[in-house]
């Protein structure tokens, strides 16, 4: 039952953060943070860097497979211990995957000032961290077990 809390805690605490993002940020952004991190409200039509923003029907249709991919794997992670990376994955799908469709875009707030410009410029959400995190150390804990 945790496995499933972890997923219900990731969305409930993205439609907090959005909720208050959309009330209180403009879109311009707040001053740089001392630890080089800034909110600014965005609305993201399209997919990563709103790719496909033209096209959203095609986004959602999208979402969809891979979310319903991840419930599947999800399923099957249930029954390995200790599993965590996955649920991360999928908590962050299915919280952008909702707001998609409840909204027609997913709200996006977190931008990292770094040294590349090309990164720069792209704004994350807690989400979108969760996925990219999860996916992170799967393809780590992959890539050791293949070496070793």
């Not at 099957?76 to 909204?103: I, P, Q, S």
């Not at 709200?107 to 590349?116: N, S």
């Amino acid at each position: 039952m945790i496995y499933v809390a972890v997923i219900v805690a990731i969305c409930l605490a993205e439609l907090l953060i959005r909720r208050y993002i959309n009330q209180n940020v403009e879109e311009d952004g707040q001053k740089w943070g001392k630890c080089g991190v800034r909110l600014r409200k965005y609305h993201n039509y399209g997919m990563a860097n709103d790719t496909l923003r033209k096209r959203p029907m095609l986004v959602k249709i999208i979402g969809v497979v891979v979310v319903s991919f991840l419930a599947v794997v999800f399923l099957f992670l249930l029954t390995l211990k200790g599993e965590k990376a996955g649920k991360w994955v999928l908590g962050g799908g299915l919280a952008n995957l909702l707001e998609r469709f409840v909204h027609g875009y997913v709200t996006d707030y977190l931008q990292f000032r770094v040294p590349l410009a090309c990164l720069r410029k792209l704004i994350y959400n807690v989400a979108d961290l969760c996925i990219f995190a999860g996916t992170a150390v799967l393809f780590f804990r992959e890539l050791a077990e293949a070496v070793s």
